[in-house]
């Protein structure tokens, strides 16, 4: 399975962008499609996911701003992010696994493939 992500950018705060990530090698519908973001000097962090039965979760800080979607018939999962901030830079990483308990979802270890990230960059 190879990911690739894309669609990162400067945007001003405030801004939008959308990032995508297309996965090859395997029909993902029905594994767990994520995003992590890591800012520099801090670990890896969660910030989106579409679990299997298709609930689309968040971490608290992008809730409101953040819309994670996925087109099974292209292999691709978005990230809409919106209103950004400049707490917001960061490189987000696409992620995916296979089936995983709900408490799982939340921790980079429990993907094992990885797109290559692509870079956001809020300036204020």
């Known amino acids: 399975v190879q990911l690739q992500a894309s669609g990162g950018g400067l945007v001003q705060a405030g801004g939008s962008l959308r990032v995508s990530c297309a996965a090859y090698?395997?029909?993902?519908?029905?594994?767990?499609m994520g995003w992590f973001r890591q800012a520099p000097g801090k670990e890896r962090e969660f910030v989106a996911v579409?679990?299997?039965?298709?609930?689309?979760v968040y971490r608290d800080s992008v809730k409101g701003r953040f819309t994670i979607s996925r087109d099974n018939t292209k292999n691709t999962v978005y990230l809409q992010v919106s209103s950004l901030e400049p707490e917001d830079t960061a490189v987000y990483y696409c992620?995916?696994?296979?089936?995983?308990?709900?408490?799982?979802?939340?921790?980079?270890?429990?993907?094992?493939?990885w797109g290559q990230g692509t870079q956001v960059t809020v300036s204020s």
């Open positions: 992620a995916l696994a296979g089936p995983l308990i709900s408490s799982a979802i939340y921790s980079p270890t429990s993907y094992p493939y």
């Open positions: 090698g395997r029909t993902f519908s029905s594994y767990v």
């Open positions: 579409f679990t299997r039965s298709g609930n689309a």
